[in-house]
């Protein structure tokens, strides 16, 4: 019963808007409350009155920034620290305006970092809250996968990790399309009320169609997986210029003023972890000349961006001769596509082996970013050994200035296929943002922590 009720998607979606609304009223109201303290005169009678308004104010701005929208959105810092920035702006304005209300441009700007650390503190622990609901197999989505054998099993790895989604049933694709009764019949079982499909390059326009009509008559939502190579076509606007409607494509790129922005972030970025991580990389420089002969940095040359090569660092974890040797490895490789690895390298050291599963030997490459090699996010810098083994669709994913940290990090490393880091870089480049990027940032610590895929 308590998965059924958790499983309403306009019930469960209500009440995640409620609690987060619920959440973000007390972050605000204690900032307020807090500044009003600090101004000297203690929470004065008038402004606690009319309290209601500078908070209803601030939840109708992270409303309008899509902070109580789906998880991909509301977990956006760039949008939470936007929003607070521009309520802060408002109520700073209408104090101006209205100086008989008791707050003061100095309370707002009080208040900023306040509701700041409120928030974030008690939205991270919201998310946190729900995915231990998750976990404990409450309110999961039941999910039917369609689509070719390979893509399924793709799409089922992902659907058994820890997330919002079950696994209803799967339905695959013929020549002549999908079986629409082996799909109606696996929904009628499971009472699956999504969809996701892959391969729908597969279908013919008619297949498709039916497949769409069947599943909006039985209210069934249907999402697609998108192929690697609609992602390298570029954002996709409707056009009905010679009266029908087209879709025109146009590649993405970051303008002055992005570029600009990513730049500060990432100077401000490498300059501070520098500072903040000396002792450590002092430690581990020591530790990794200590365990074995050779030098404590690891120069290699790897492709940029555009695939301009250049020089990344990181700290030794293999032996001197690790390059001769990975000739005589590669019938070892455990890596698909142009990749290589190997879970249990025979070249790694002993503190290499440490360093490499806590991610530390990448730090040197703060450096590449100081530089403008490379960016804090961004597509992971290959081997020459594997760019020249891309293919020209792979290659694509040189479009942007590569990172330390990435959504292929994030979600998986060392454990997601080439296909699958090459998917999640395109759809890096395509849908860039600053907000992302310090997304990636703060869920790379997690990735780091759990050490799942680091080897």
Request: hydrophobic share 45%; proline share 5%.
């Amino acid at each position: 019963m308590t998965e059924k009720i958790l499983g309403g998607g306009f019930l469960r979606r209500s009440l995640s808007v409620a609690a987060l609304l619920a959440l973000d009223a007390v972050s605000l109201a204690l900032g307020l409350l807090v500044a009003l303290y600090l101004a000297g005169d203690g929470p004065v009678a008038g402004a606690v009155g009319v309290l209601p308004v500078p908070v209803a104010l601030g939840l109708a701005v992270f409303g309008a920034l899509d902070l109580y929208d789906r998880a991909s959105r509301r977990r956006s810092p760039g949008a939470l620290i936007g929003g607070l920035l521009l309520w802060a702006g408002l109520v700073s304005a209408g104090s101006v305006l209205y100086p008989q209300s008791g707050y003061s441009p100095g309370v707002a700007l009080t208040a900023l970092p306040i509701a700041l650390a409120a928030s974030g503190g008690l939205r991270l622990l919201y998310e946190q809250g729900i995915e231990l609901v998750y976990r404990r197999g409450l309110g999961l989505v039941p999910t039917v996968v369609v689509g070719p054998p390979e893509g399924r099993a793709r799409l089922r790895r992902l659907v058994e990790e820890p997330g919002a989604y079950s696994l209803a049933g799967e339905v695959g694709i013929s020549p002549s399309g999908v079986d629409l009764e082996e799909l109606r019949g696996v929904l009628d079982c499971s009472g699956a009320e999504h969809v996701v499909l892959t391969g729908a390059e597969r279908l013919s326009d008619e297949s498709f169609l039916e497949l769409l009509r069947s599943l909006r008559l039985r209210g069934v939502r249907l999402r697609v997986v998108p192929g690697a190579v609609h992602l390298t076509r570029g954002r996709a606007v409707l056009s009905s210029g010679m009266g029908l409607p087209l879709l025109e494509v146009d590649y993405p790129s970051l303008d002055n003023t992005q570029r600009a922005l990513k730049r500060a972030l990432d100077v401000a970025g490498s300059l501070a972890a520098l500072a903040a991580l000396s002792p450590l990389l002092l430690a581990v420089a020591l530790a990794v000349r200590l365990d074995s002969r050779g030098p404590v940095f690891f120069r290699q040359t790897r492709a940029g961006a555009d695939g301009k090569a250049f020089l990344c660092y990181k700290f030794r974890s293999m032996h001197p001769d690790a390059e001769e040797r990975q000739e005589d490895l590669e019938e070892r490789n455990e890596a698909d596509g142009a990749a290589f690895k190997i879970r249990d390298d025979p070249r790694v050291t002993l503190v290499g082996r440490s360093i490499r599963r806590w991610s530390i030997d990448e730090l040197p490459q703060l450096l590449n970013v100081l530089a403008g090699d490379m960016s804090l996010v961004g597509p992971r810098p290959l081997p020459l050994r594997d760019f020249e083994r891309l293919g020209e669709l792979q290659t694509r994913r040189l479009a942007a200035v590569p990172g330390i940290t990435g959504y292929w990090q994030t979600s998986g490393r060392s454990d997601l296929s080439f296909e699958d880091m090459v998917r999640l870089d395109l759809y890096y480049i395509e849908n860039w943002s600053l907000s992302l990027d310090l997304k990636i940032i703060l869920k790379t610590v997690g990735a780091v922590l759990n050490r799942k895929g680091a080897y």
